[in-house]
């Protein structure tokens, strides 16, 4: 069994607070809702460096192993580029990132890089906001059918300290949790 494997098995028991336990039910419901008329989700954050970056890698691969018929994306309101340690955290859970900076699943490439909504291509999608700055500064995108909330904490503010490589991991962990949680409700509502 890979790393990986090992690292998404363990993800089940990852005890989620009630706050969370109702969060991701809630968003697994609204996904449930609107997911046969649009199979395409679209993370946003204003960057599109950290925590939408790692959403994206984390939907893919947990809705592959679920077999689910999802298409992901990550987008922002400004391109820059994927911060390293977003790469290297993913690295050392197991994620075979190549120098190109893909990443090979079942008949899916994903590559992982600083993208604007422009770039997006999708003529409709199910938009996730992951940081309460998208929420104020990414415009209202008419090919949004849906606004889900999934907030999480900005790793950024531990950049270039002692802490970094433990809170980005602890952030790659917390999201890899609550998708895997979210997914599997969509497998198998309770």
């Known amino acids: 069994m890979s790393s990986l494997d090992k690292y998404i098995d363990n993800l089940d028991e990852v005890i989620l607070q009630d706050y969370q336990r109702s969060r991701v039910k809630k968003i697994s419901e609204e996904l449930s809702g609107i997911i046969n008329s649009c199979n395409k989700i ?4 204003t960057h599109n460096s950290r925590r939408s970056q ?24 400004e ?8 790469i290297e ?12 900076g893909k990443l090979n699943l079942t008949g899916n490439t994903i590559n992982i890089y600083s993208k604007t909504l422009d770039e997006i291509k999708e003529d409709k999608f199910i938009g996730i ?3 309460s700055d998208a929420e104020k500064h990414c415009p209202l995108d008419p090919r949004s059918k849906k606004n ?37 409700l969509l497998v198998d509502p309770v």
């Open 129 to 131: 906001m992951n940081c």
């Open 148 to 184: 889900i909330k999934l907030f999480y904490d900005d790793p950024k503010k531990y950049d270039g300290t002692t802490k970094e490589s433990d809170e980005y991991d602890r952030t790659c962990r917390l999201i890899a949790s609550e998708l895997n949680v979210i997914f599997k």
């Open 89 to 100: 955290t993913l690295c050392r859970v197991g994620v075979d990132i190549n120098k190109e």
């Open 54 to 77: 790692l959403c994206e890698v984390w939907a893919n691969i947990l809705s592959n192993r679920l077999n689910l018929r999802l298409s992901f994306f990550s987008a922002g309101t």
């Open 42 to 45: 679209v993370f946003m954050c």
């Open 79 to 86: 391109k820059t580029e994927v911060y390293k340690e977003v």
